[in-house]
C-alpha cells in the first residue's frame, strides 16, 4: 500500500507539469539528497553469528547492529525518499567500541558489523537502488589501545584539548599538523574510496580539525575524486561554518544553530517559525546539513511530547521545513518510526521497526517526492514573504519555478494574505490539496488550518477541474451502482432461502 501511494504521488506530480531537465552544477549535487544517518551497531541485528560482544542490555556494549541488517532495510529507505545512507565509522575498533570512535586499526572492518566482502555487498546493493553509501571518517582521534600510540614518535599526539562526549576518555589525539600524520591519513582515505567504491567521507569533528590539514585532505579527495562527496559534522561548534566551506572543498556542513532552533520553535505550539528563517539568515548557507535529531541528545519526538504535542502533526511540520528550506536533510535512524529517549543512552536503542506509523512513513515518501520533483524546494532562492504569528510563509524560485511553503505551527487556524503575486494566477498546494485564488482585490489568502503546512506551485487559473471532478463523479456513481446490485443480489439469495 504504501509503495502504490509513493509512487501515485511520484505519477501525479509528473502530470501536473513539472519540469524535470533542469540542470545543475556538481557542487549543488549534495543539495538535491535526502541523507539517513545511520548508527550501524544501533541499527538492525541480522547476522547473529557475529554478536560475541552483544549485551543489549548495557548501553556501553554492542547491541549487533551489522551490515547485513542494513541491507535487508534498503527498500525501506528507498521507500522513503532516502538518497544517502550515511554510515557511523566501520573501521576496526577497541572492545565495546560500538560508536566506531575507538579505532585500532585504519585498514580494518569492525568484524561486529561483518567482513569486508559484507561491506561492499551493501555499497554494491545500495547503487543497485540508485542510492548513494557515505561513511563517517575519523582523522583526529585514535583508541588509546591502537599500536601506533606505543610506536609513533611523540610528535605524531597532542594533548586532549577537550573533556567531551564520553568516548573521547579512551581515545588520543593525533597530531594533524604533522607531515608523516597528514600523509598517512590521506592514505587512509584513498585505501577505502579505491577499495569499496563509496560515495563520500562525512569528516567526523571539522570544528576540531585544522584548517590547513582540512583543506590539503579535501583537495587531495576532489582531484582524483571530483564528484565525491564530502561533508563535515561539529563536535562543538559550528561558529567556524562558513570559514571552513570557503576554505576547503566540502560541500556541506551540519548545521548545530539550525538544528537547535527548529527543535526549540517545533517542540511547543505557537512558536514562532519566522525564528528559524533568522538563524537561517544570519549567513544565508545553502550548504547546510539540517537535522532536529542526532545520538548525542533527547529525542526530538521525546523532546514535543513532554509539552504534550502529538507526534506526527510535528514531525510533519518539522520536515516540511527540513526537505523545503535551503540545505540537506539529515534524518537520524529511527526519526520516521517515530522514536522517543530522553537521553543519549536511549537516543542510541536499536531501532524499533515493529512500531513505526504508516501515516508518517507515507508523508516522508510524499515531501521527498515533491523535494524531488520542484527543483526550486533544491537549488532556488529563499525569501520569507509573509507571517501571521506562529504561520509563515516562504518563497522559493528557480528558473522560472515559485514555490510557495507556508507553515503553521499555532494552536489555532491562521491566514497570510500575499500581494505580490501575478494577477489571474492560482496556487495549488500539493500536502492538502488546497487551491488559493486572488480575491477580487487581487490578493491572495493563504490560510492554514493549526498545526498544518502547505506546499504551492505557481500556476495560470485554470477554474474548476471538470475532467477530475468529472472523473471522481463517475467513479461514485459507479460505486453507487455497485451497491445496490450487491444488495439485490444478496436480497434475492436471502428470500431463495
Request: hydrophobic share 35%; aromatic share 12%; proline share 2%.
Amino acid at each position: 500500500m504504501k509503495k502504490f501511494f509513493g509512487i501515485f504521488v511520484m505519477t501525479c506530480i509528473f502530470f501536473l507539469g513539472t519540469n524535470l531537465s533542469i540542470l545543475v552544477s556538481a557542487e549543488e549535487k549534495v543539495q538535491e539528497e535526502v541523507i539517513y544517518n545511520v548508527l550501524i551497531d544501533r541499527y538492525n541485528n541480522r547476522n547473529h553469528q557475529i554478536d560475541q560482544q552483544v549485551d543489549v542490555e548495557n548501553p556501553l556494549k554492542y547491541h549487533g547492529g551489522d551490515f547485513e541488517g542494513i541491507i535487508n532495510k534498503l527498500d525501506d529507505l528507498k521507500e522513503l525518499g532516502v538518497t544517502t545512507i550515511s554510515l557511523s565509522p566501520i573501521m576496526a575498533n577497541a572492545d565495546d567500541g560500538y560508536h566506531g570512535y575507538w579505532i585500532e586499526d585504519f585498514y580494518k572492518i569492525e568484524e561486529q558489523f561483518g567482513t569486508m566482502e559484507d561491506f561492499q555487498l551493501l555499497v554494491e546493493e545500495a547503487h543497485n537502488r540508485n542510492m548513494k553509501i557515505i561513511i563517517e571518517f575519523v582523522t583526529k582521534y585514535v583508541a588509546e589501545s591502537h599500536p601506533i600510540v606505543n610506536e609513533a614518535e611523540k610528535d605524531w599526539f597532542t594533548d586532549q584539548e577537550q573533556s567531551g562526549p564520553d568516548w573521547l576518555d579512551h581515545t588520543a589525539s593525533l597530531n594533524l599538523e604533522n607531515e608523516e600524520v597528514k600523509s598517512y591519513m590521506m592514505d587512509v582515505a584513498d585505501y577505502w574510496i579505491n577499495e569499496t567504491d563509496i560515495d563520500g567521507y562525512l569528516l567526523h569533528g571539522v570544528d576540531r580539525v585544522p584548517m590547513e590539514f582540512l583543506t590539503e585532505l579535501t583537495e587531495h579527495i576532489q582531484a582524483n575524486n571530483p564528484n565525491f562527496y564530502l561533508l563535515g559534522d561539529t563536535l562543538i561548534t559550528d561558529e567556524n561554518n562558513q570559514e571552513i566551506l570557503e576554505n576547503t572543498t566540502l560541500q556541506a556542513i551540519e548545521n548545530r544553530s539550525i538544528a537547535t532552533v527548529m527543535s526549540d520553535v517545533f517542540s511547543m505550539p505557537d512558536n514562532e517559525v519566522s525564528e528559524i528563517y533568522d538563524v537561517w539568515k544570519e549567513n544565508e548557507s545553502t550548504s547546510s546539513l539540517l537535522y532536529v535529531d542526532d545520538m548525542y541528545t533527547k529525542r526530538f519526538t521525546q523532546k514535543f511530547s513532554e509539552n504534550g504535542r502529538n507526534s506526527l502533526t510535528v514531525w510533519k511540520l518539522a520536515l516540511t521545513y527540513m526537505f523545503t528550506t535551503p540545505g540537506t536533510p539529515m534524518i537520524f535512524q529511527g526519526s520516521e518510526i517515530p522514536m522517543y529517549g530522553g537521553n543519549a543512552h536511549e537516543a542510541q536503542q536499536l531501532v524499533q521497526f515493529n512500531s513505526g506509523e504508516d501515516e508518517l512513513q507515507e508523508y516522508y515518501q510524499k515531501i521527498s517526492s515533491l523535494r524531488q520533483h520542484f527543483p526550486a524546494l533544491e537549488h532556488g532562492d529563499f525569501e520569507l514573504v509573509g507571517s501571521s504569528g506562529a504561520m509563515s510563509v516562504f518563497r522559493r524560485s528557480y528558473e522560472g519555478e515559485t514555490v510557495f511553503i507556508a507553515i503553521n505551527n499555532s494552536s489555532e487556524s491562521k491566514e497570510v494574505s500575499l500581494t505580490d503575486i501575478e494577477s489571474g494566477m492560482q496556487l495549488r498546494g500539493y500536502l492538502g490539496d488546497n487551491t488559493v485564488r486572488e480575491n477580487q482585490d487581487g490578493v491572495y489568502r493563504l490560510g492554514l488550518a493549526r498545526e498544518t503546512a502547505e506546499v504551492y506551485t505557481v500556476g495560470p487559473n485554470t477554474g474548476l477541474n471538470w475532467g477530475f471532478i468529472s472523473f471522481v463523479g463517475g467513479v461514485f456513481v459507479l460505486f453507487i451502482f455497485a451497491v445496490i446490485y450487491l444488495s439485490r443480489k444478496q436480497k434475492k439469495q436471502e428470500e431463495k432461502v
